[in-house]
Structure formats: C-alpha cells, structure tokens
C-alpha cells in the first residue's frame, strides 16, 4: 500500500470514528438485551440488513466477525466487497469493549481514543440472529449466522427497530451470496 493509498485509508477512519462518535440522541435509552454470553456471540454473522455507514453503502457480502481475546476486548474484522459481488475486498479491524455486565453495551473502536456506541438489542434464543443498534439511533445492522433470513424474522426485526424508535425508511437489504456462490470473490 503507497503513501496516498494509507492516508486515503487513514481519513476515511477518521471520519468514520467522528461520524460514529458523536452525540447522543436524548430521549428513550435504546433497549438492549438482559444477557450476552460473549463466547458464544462469538464468530461469523452475516450482514443481512442494514442502515449503514457511509463506508458500507455499496457493500455486498458483509460479514462482521468477533474473537474475544484474553483481555475481554473484542477483536473484530468487518470484511465485504465494494459495488458489487466481485468488487474488491474491503477489510476493517476495530475492536470492541464491553461496558455493562450484562455484555450487550460495548464501545467499538477504529482509531484512538473515539470509540463508538454498539448495543445488542436482540439477539435470538440459539444466537442464529442478532440487531446491533446505536443510541443515536442513526445506524444498525440485522445480522444472522447465514447470509439469509426468512421474511418472516425480517418483518419482525423492522417492526422491533420501528418501535425503538428507527427510521425504517433507511434500512437498507445488503447483498449477500450463498458460500457456494461466492467462488472467486470469497473472503
């Protein structure tokens, strides 16, 4: 990577983590879940829907990834392709920090010292599907084990973010292929 190409990369996290640092909305504090057994949350999830970043607008095949490393921080890889199934691989690692004891209210960091607001406001029995919100809420993501959910869970996690109080206007359906499909343009 040249010297244009790292501080292209370094301002547009810069300007993710000040978009996504900012205030917060007052009024109703966001509902998040009772518990999160942070192992188990653990992993894949697919982004199946989503009111998204501006660095996410266009993507196809998003797949948010967790590790929880020994320390209690979350080590996150934010993997999808830019415009298009065969759009070129865009990768992002911030990493989260869990700040409540019921694990569903985490800090997630891109660059120093901004961290921003990710709550866990559902999250399904057999952890197959779960929503990420924000305070503000200004962004949120639906994601799943598997890159499809049925139209059924969707309807009712638009009809959740609505009474949380989301524009569901602005969500947005993320592309997402089958394994099989993915072939050459696979993570």
């Not at 998040?32 to 660095?55: C, E, K, Q, S």
């Not at 919100?133 to 994601?143: A, L, P, Q, S, T």
Request: charged share 25%.
């Amino acid at each position: 990577m040249n010297f244009i190409e790292r501080k292209g990369t370094l301002m547009t996290i810069l300007l993710l983590s000040a978009a996504l640092g900012g205030c917060q909305t007052p009024g109703k504090p966001l509902q998040t879940v009772a518990h999160v057994d942070l192992p188990r949350f653990m992993g894949d999830w697919y982004v199946i829907a989503n009111i998204p970043t501006f660095i996410e607008r266009d993507a196809h095949n998003a797949i948010e990834s967790y590790r929880l490393a020994e320390d209690g921080r979350i080590l996150t890889e934010f993997t999808f392709n830019a415009g298009a199934f065969d759009g070129p691989l865009k990768r992002y690692a911030p990493t989260g920090y869990v700040q409540d004891d019921a694990g569903a209210v985490w800090g997630m960091q891109f660059v120093w010292p901004i961290k921003a607001d990710y709550r866990v406001m559902y999250l399904a029995p057999d952890y197959s599907q779960t929503i990420i919100g924000r305070e503000k809420r200004d962004h949120v993501w639906i994601m799943a084990r598997r890159p499809r959910i049925s139209e059924q869970d969707f309807a009712q996690h638009v009809a959740l973010l609505r009474k949380q109080g989301y524009d569901t206007a602005k969500l947005r359906r993320v592309p997402q292929q089958e394994e099989a499909e993915r072939g050459s343009a696979s993570r």
